[in-house]
């Protein structure tokens, strides 16, 4: 879900072939703030028409698959145990209970651990809830998740591009921005901030500015998301690499779609979120 719209992505997989059966954007009438528009009546109504818009026009609906990101989650970083695991996630918890305090029952939570570092996910239960009830209203089953930035780096993965060194996904909505880092393919940070208050390229400076050793080198950008400001990659100085990411690329694509696709003024990248959605919701069957 976007300000604009929501970007939609049906896969389906035959043995180990994954094919593109189906993608669309429905628009809204106005534009909304998620997880906000979740709890008010008339913006939900909205939601509601455009999921049932989705349903008639024969989407697959039986386990939809929605973004996390804004005020509905969050993610921190802590130091990882060598060889240990299953004690990393256990301090991991012990840390999300610490910061939580008695208002853990209020969250779900979740752990990842890498070879570099630990995360905990912290997720507000009642704005899932409020996802069970849209779905709920609009006919569709039961809703899954997955965090924005882990399904835009889902879908740099599916599409063979990058895993090599130091990149960044920028995910551009053209009223957020979402810099996500990674190191060989893997999860490492991430900064998100409001266009309003700040351009494209100073919210990728800030990332890196954290994230990175003076000696290492300006990483490659791949740019997402339907915001007219990543278009082409200007103002980038200093990244040789800034190319938009095709969600679908080698995936096998059905003739309906590939007309749509080639008709539509949406750039492929504006699905990238959708595609890495669709990824694990594959994974979760």
């Excluded at 779905?135 to 993965?157: I, R, V, Y």
């Excluded at 919210?203 to 740019?223: F, H, K, Q, S, T």
């Excluded at 095709?246 to 990238?272: C, H, I, K, N, Q």
Aim: a negative charge.
């Amino acid at each position: 879900m976007a300000p604009d719209g929501m970007y939609v992505v049906q896969l389906s997989r035959r043995e180990q072939r994954v094919s593109l059966t189906r993608c669309t954007v429905v628009r809204l009438e106005r534009a909304l703030t998620m997880p906000e528009s979740l709890a008010d009546d008339e913006a939900r109504i909205l939601l509601v028409e455009a999921l049932r818009v989705l349903h008639r026009g024969g989407i697959d609906v039986a386990r939809p698959y929605f973004a996390l990101s804004g005020t509905t989650c969050f993610i921190k970083r802590r130091f990882v145990l060598p060889q240990a695991d299953g004690a990393t996630r256990e301090h991991l918890l012990w840390e999300a209970g610490q910061l939580l305090g008695a208002d853990i029952d209020d969250y779900g939570v979740d752990t990842l651990v890498t070879a570099r570092h630990g995360f905990f996910i912290a997720v507000r239960r009642q704005i899932l809830d409020l996802y069970g009830v849209l779905c709920h209203q609009a006919g569709l089953g039961k809703p899954g998740f997955d965090m924005a930035s882990f399904a835009l780096c889902n879908a740099l993965e599916n599409s063979g591009t990058g895993g090599v060194g130091v990149e960044v996904v920028l995910q551009d909505d053209g009223y957020s921005g979402r810099a996500v880092l990674l190191r060989d393919g893997i999860y490492e940070g991430e900064h998100s901030w409001s266009l309003e208050e700040s351009g494209v390229t100073d919210g990728i400076a800030r990332l890196l500015r954290a994230e990175l050793d003076e000696n290492e080198a300006v990483p490659r950008v791949w740019l997402a998301g339907p915001g007219d400001t990543v278009n082409g990659g200007a103002g980038f100085d200093g990244i040789d690499h800034v190319v938009e990411i095709d969600p679908f690329a080698g995936l096998l694509v059905a003739d309906s779609v590939r007309r749509t696709l080639e008709t539509a003024r949406v750039p492929l990248r504006a699905y990238t979120v959708a595609l890495g959605l669709a990824v694990r919701g594959l994974a979760d069957a």
